[in-house]
């Protein structure tokens, strides 16, 4: 019980900024990643992109595009208090009036999928991002 108290008052009373790690097997992934902005007229409302990137212990926010953007400064995905999977995570905000969500992953030998769900604070809209990857192999030397 002690133990369980310890994890999570760090959690709690890690910074917004601190990079949380996936624990994805290095190498090489092509990723494919589908946005969905369900607010937007329909031919508006879907974004694919595909990349290929060498994946090293990454922390979970850096695997979501979406979260790149200058609006998300500030955020950073942190375990989930419920569940200390390593898989679940809470979106934390220094300004939580910006946005609130969550993200789920999916990890194997040779793969990893992740949902990241989000309302930006204050409206109605709501974000998806899915990711799904499969591992091509060791990192290359160009790969970043």
């Known amino acids: ?3 369980s ?6 959690a709690l009373s890690l910074p917004a900024n601190a990079a ?3 624990a994805i097997p290095s190498g090489e992934y092509d990723l494919t990643t ?5 607010h937007l007229e329909e031919p508006l ?3 694919t992109t595909r990349t290929r990137q060498c994946l090293r212990n990454p922390d979970a926010k850096s695997l979501f595009p979406l979260l790149q953007h200058p609006g998300f400064d500030g955020c950073d995905l942190v375990p989930g208090t419920e569940v200390s999977d390593g898989l679940r995570f809470t979106l ?3 300004h939580p009036e910006n946005a609130t969500g969550s993200a789920i992953f999916e990890v194997g ?15 109605n809209m709501t974000v998806s991002q899915t990711l799904r990857g499969s591992r091509i192999g060791p990192c290359g030397g160009g790969s970043k």
């Open 1 to 3: 019980m002690r133990g």
């Open 5 to 10: 108290k310890a994890w999570l008052l760090a």
């Open 20 to 22: 949380t790690p996936v």
């Open 34 to 38: 589908e946005t969905v902005l369900p």
């Open 45 to 47: 409302r879907y974004a």
């Open 92 to 94: 934390r905000c220094t």
């Open 109 to 123: 030998a040779s793969y990893v999928s992740g949902v990241l769900q989000l309302k930006m604070g204050g409206k």
